[in-house]
């Protein structure tokens, strides 16, 4: 979808084909019940006959895990000078990075290790911080 002013913006979610799963199995069971009564009853009067049903609704609590990640690219032009590019460029140019969220992949796409590197001179060699 497009955004007013920025651009467009692209999601694409990918399961990776050796992803094991767990099994889980849901539904309903339905019992039928019959309760049979033969009581006498003298002509012209009445027996009150009571029927009582007790329902019961049992949960299991749990809980589960999930490491989530992600890539995030980010593609446009830097501006001519003062970028946040680590050498600057000033002609303008269009730039396209890719960081992945989640788990450390490598250095260039990691936020947080070009963070906690941004003071190191000569170790980020992508964005200043």
């Known amino acids: 979808f497009q955004w007013p002013l920025v651009g467009e913006t692209e999601l694409a979610i990918e399961i990776a084909a050796s992803q094991s799963w767990a099994s889980q199995k849901g539904g309903s069971t339905t019992e039928t019940v019959s309760v049979e009564a033969r009581p006498t009853v003298p002509p012209h009067s009445s027996l009150p006959v009571r029927v009582a049903l007790y329902k019961s609704n ?26 946040a590019w680590y050498t600057h460029p000033e002609n303008r140019p269009t730039w396209e990075h890719t960081f992945a969220v989640g788990p450390f992949r490598d250095k260039a796409s990691s936020i947080r290790y070009q963070w906690d590197k941004r003071y190191i001179p000569g170790e980020v060699k992508w964005w200043d911080w």
């Open 58 to 83: 049992i949960s299991y609590p749990y809980e589960f895990k999930a490491e989530v990640n992600y890539d995030l690219t980010m593609k446009g032009f830097l501006r001519w000078g003062g970028n």
